[in-house]
């Protein structure tokens, strides 16, 4: 299926609901779909590649082509003493991926739980949380190159993968469009309970297994964070930020509640949510635009609030952070128009 449309309104397609057009967007299902299309048609001047929009903050006109890949399907395709493989279409919904994996009782995914958006999209920032990354567990990435309209195959350990981070982001962004992601996945998991208060809330449900884990992390994502169906947000608006041990030593001295994460011998990573609290930002609103009452990480859309807006408070919260402890934010999500 394809569908090819001009000035295409976006709301539905990005989890901030903020009102934007596409020029141009052109979604498919089979990768045979965007060959012909990048045959025929061609790419034009500009393009972007868009997954679930969940990390994402569309200005009101978003110039040239949007790409939308919707190719579906979850299957088996190896298997071997201890792991299962799966190939999941880049269409498919994170969630529903994780869902699958722990009703199987295959172990890997279910830390990720409740983490918006498509498949296709989790290899590109390497999405993570609760003590789990997605590149632990990524066996292949296939894609479409762009400008020569072949279809390549990249391995898990030639991707890149740091926090946030991965080839997708550098040498291929906006190179490249992923249809399909392979999966290890454990027959015989081990859990991975050490983040924050997982381990508490997992004993909470009286049994330690895939599934409690799920429902667990799915608890703490909701207690936190906004849920994008009800509220406009794109999860965590900056990256934590690392910076270097003598700032560190400075910053701790002065604040001794810090959170600091140990990052090689040089390094430390802080938690930007702990900067953006203490310098007053939690539950701030102005009009539609605001900072989520409960993790200050989180920038929200109240209702009519508009890309511009957020980009104009994500820049008042980066200067007071940078004016008070000498750090800079850097955003996660991805600016567009
Ligand atoms: N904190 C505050 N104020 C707040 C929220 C948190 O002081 O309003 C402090 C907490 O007390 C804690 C620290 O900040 O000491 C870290 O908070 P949390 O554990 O909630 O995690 P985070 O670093 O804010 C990261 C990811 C999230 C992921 C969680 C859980 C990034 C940028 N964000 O958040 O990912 O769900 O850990 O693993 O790495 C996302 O990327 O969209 C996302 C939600």
Redesign the pocket.
């Known amino acids: 299926m394809i569908r090819l449309l001009d000035q295409y309104d976006l709301t539905a397609y990005n989890t901030f609901h903020l009102h934007s057009t596409a020029e141009r967007f052109f979604e498919f299902t089979e990768t045979e779909d965007l060959l012909l299309f990048l045959r025929y048609e061609g790419l034009g001047e500009r393009h972007l590649i868009l997954g679930g929009g969940s990390?994402m903050l569309f200005q009101k006109h978003i110039p040239g082509l949007v790409i939308h890949p919707n190719i579906p399907g979850i299957v088996e395709v190896d298997e071997d003493r201890n792991q299962i493989y799966w190939e999941a279409g880049a269409g498919v919904e994170w969630d529903e991926l994780v869902d699958r994996a722990v009703k199987f009782e295959l172990g890997g995914l279910e830390n990720l739980s409740l983490?918006p958006g498509k498949v296709g999209a989790a290899p590109v920032q390497n999405?993570?949380?609760?003590?789990a990354e997605i590149g632990e567990r990524i066996e292949l990435v296939r894609f479409i190159h762009l400008e020569s309209g072949k279809m390549m195959e990249l391995k898990g350990e030639d991707c890149h993968f740091a926090?946030?981070d991965s080839i997708f982001k550098n040498e291929l962004k906006n190179k490249v469009v992923i249809t399909s992601v392979i999966f290890r996945l454990d027959k015989f998991p081990e859990y991975k309970l050490d983040?924050?208060s997982l381990k508490a809330e997992v004993e909470k449900l009286g049994k330690t297994d895939l599934e409690s884990i799920r429902q667990s992390v799915i608890s703490i994502?909701e207690a936190?964070?906004p849920d994008p169906k009800v509220i406009g947000n794109?999860?965590?608006f900056?990256?934590?930020p690392v910076i270097d041990l003598d700032l560190a030593r400075d910053l701790t001295a002065q604040y001794p509640h810090l959170?600091v994460y140990p990052l090689g011998d040089a390094q430390v990573k802080l938690?930007?949510?702990?900067l953006?609290?203490?310098c007053g930002w939690?539950g701030y609103r102005k009009g539609d635009a605001g900072v989520h009452e409960?993790?200050?990480?989180?920038l929200v859309n109240y209702g009519k609030a508009s890309g511009e807006e957020l980009i104009d408070l994500s820049h008042q919260i980066r200067n007071t952070v940078q004016a008070k402890f000498h750090v800079l934010l850097e955003p996660?999500v991805n600016i567009i128009g």
């Open positions: 990390n983490i999405i993570g949380a609760y003590g926090y946030r983040y924050g994502r936190k964070l794109a999860g965590s900056f990256k934590n959170p938690a930007a949510a702990w953006i609290d203490h939690k409960h993790q200050a990480l989180v996660e």
